[in-house]
């Protein structure tokens, strides 16, 4: 007992000695760790690089000050424990304790001037980002770009999202970032983490050697638009100057309100071919085999395509006009001959006048020679769109449309020869119906009927429609009505048959008696 004593006596100091340290120490590190808060907070860094790191979510005022101040309680009341502990004389505690902080602390001045690199880096990377968003603020670019967007032509309708995106912002946190990025390399190299230290100088050098291929393509496009603007609006400046745009009036179709005129589209092509060059120049500054080259060979073949593509339709255009003009005189050759009464004369239909009584209205000649000339509209379009399509390479819907043609061609013959056999069948049935013949009325129809058939199955057969059919049943119907005709007078006219078979027998005799006597 007395033992125990004796020891509880010794250790005693040592127990209040440890508890005086925890108690002192765990004050004082709150102490220190409050006075360094506020210094913190007094400055301004912490909220300064808060609101810079969360820039995209809300930043609670305070949260940094309060960061820093727990990161310095905790390694002072690690500091104190160790003390703790060691007063106690428990060495198995506080030997790996005492270890770790003497790593700490013989870390910390690496982490002090890796943290002093970071808050330049942020000083000089917030510099930056303010300097140029001040810079393209005073110039407006984003008013600009979005004035230059919405004056675009099929540009969509603002919703809203051209506000919630700024250009301006966007590259001054890219500068920004790119000045970290520049610091990375002496922060780890400071820190001494070699491993990462490698790669991260090995990325930086391939973005300092890409850098400058990325400004030069950048101000290639930059200056490549502009000149691409201020040439196309010379352009149609030029050719409105000139009266291109009265060209549409010329063909008939005068432009609405708001419609793209001549000038326009021209100064418009004139403003993609430009664009598309500068956008191959840039696209070889890069020096990306892998993206670049691709993407060089499209361009290339468009630009190869490009004469074909203007020539088309250049071929298209004046096929238009001549089309019109051939329409315009094939329609006044045929009214002027009378080509509009043809229905009329063909007993098929007649048009009439509205107003006037009813049987005092003269006829009205219906408008067929509009009809033809607009079909020879379309047949000068089509027979262009083939060579257009052959000047493009298109050479498989070249001899589709070839072969359309050719079925509209026999469509056009056919319907001609059908036509022609309505008319002559008209024709001959008015004559048969005004002679002295007995019972004209049947044989007018019956010629009329005849010759509609045949030239019905002469226009069929020129529209390759059934053929083999249309021979077959014609033979049939000719063979059918030779049939008829003979049983209708053999069986239904012996009489007369036998009479007038009598009479050329006996004139037959009469005339070999007299060769016989001679």
């Not at 000050?65 to 160790?82: H, P, S």
Request: aromatic content about 8%; glycine content about 10%; overall charge positive.
């Amino acid at each position: 007992m007395d033992a125990l004593v004796q020891s509880v006596q010794h250790y005693l100091p040592n127990l209040l000695g440890a508890l005086a340290i925890l108690i002192g120490g765990v004050l004082a590190a709150w102490i220190i760790a409050r006075l360094v808060r506020a210094m913190v907070a007094r400055t301004g860094l912490g909220n300064s690089m808060g609101h810079w790191i969360a820039t995209d979510t809300p930043y609670k005022p305070g949260c940094g000050e309060r960061v820093i101040g727990q990161v310095t309680f905790w390694l002072l009341f690690l500091l104190v424990l160790a003390g703790f502990f060691e007063a106690l004389r428990l060495p198995i505690i506080s030997d790996p304790l005492i270890n770790m902080l003497r790593t700490v602390f013989a870390y910390l001045p690496r982490l002090l001037a890796a943290a002093g690199l970071t808050v330049l880096a942020w000083i000089i990377g917030a510099s930056v980002r303010m300097l140029i968003i001040k810079v393209l603020g005073r110039i407006n670019l984003d008013g600009k770009i979005s004035n230059e967007l919405a004056a675009a032509p099929g540009a969509m309708a603002d919703n809203g999202i051209a506000g919630r995106i700024s250009l301006t912002r966007t590259l001054g946190d890219l500068a920004c970032w790119l000045v970290f990025l520049f610091f990375i390399p002496p922060i780890l190299d400071t820190l001494g983490l070699r491993g990462l230290l490698t790669p991260v100088q090995e990325m930086l050098n391939k973005i300092l050697i890409f850098l400058p291929n990325l400004l030069v393509a950048g101000l290639i496009l930059c200056f490549g638009y502009f000149a691409a603007k201020i040439v196309s609006r010379i352009v149609t400046n030029l050719l409105e100057t000139l009266g291109l745009n009265r060209l549409g009036d010329m063909g008939g179709q005068r432009a609405a309100a708001g419609q793209l005129q001549f000038a326009t589209l021209i100064g418009y092509v004139v403003f993609v071919l430009i664009v598309v060059t500068v956008t191959i120049a840039a696209l070889q500054s890069l020096q990306l085999d892998a993206i670049t080259h691709p993407a060089e060979q499209m361009l290339t073949k468009l630009l190869a395509a490009l004469p074909n593509m203007f020539a088309a339709a250049a071929l298209l255009v004046i096929a238009y006009y001549v089309g019109r003009l051939l329409a315009e005189i094939a329609s006044g050759l045929l009214n002027s001959v009378g080509f509009d009464q043809l229905l009329f004369r063909m007993g098929l239909t007649r048009c009439a006048r509205k107003d006037g009584p009813v049987g005092t209205s003269p006829m009205e000649p219906c408008n067929l020679s509009t009809a033809v000339g607009t079909v020879v509209l379309v047949a000068v379009m089509l027979i262009s769109a083939e060579a257009a399509l052959r000047l493009v390479n298109f050479e498989g819907l070249a001899d589709l449309l070839k072969q359309l043609l050719a079925f509209l061609g026999h469509l056009i013959l056919g319907l001609i020869v059908i036509g022609l056999g309505l008319y002559l069948g008209a024709v001959a049935a008015r004559q048969i119906r005004y002679s002295s013949l007995a019972n004209a009325n049947v044989l007018a129809s019956f010629a009329h009927a005849a010759i509609i058939i045949f030239m019905g199955a002469m226009g069929l057969e020129q529209m390759d429609i059934g053929q083999d059919i249309i021979r077959l049943a014609f033979g049939l119907m000719l063979g059918a009505v030779a049939v008829a005709v003979a049983i209708a007078f053999g069986v239904g006219s012996r009489e007369l048959a036998g009479t007038i078979a009598a009479k050329y027998l006996g004139h037959l005799a009469s005339e070999r008696k007299p060769s016989n006597r001679e």
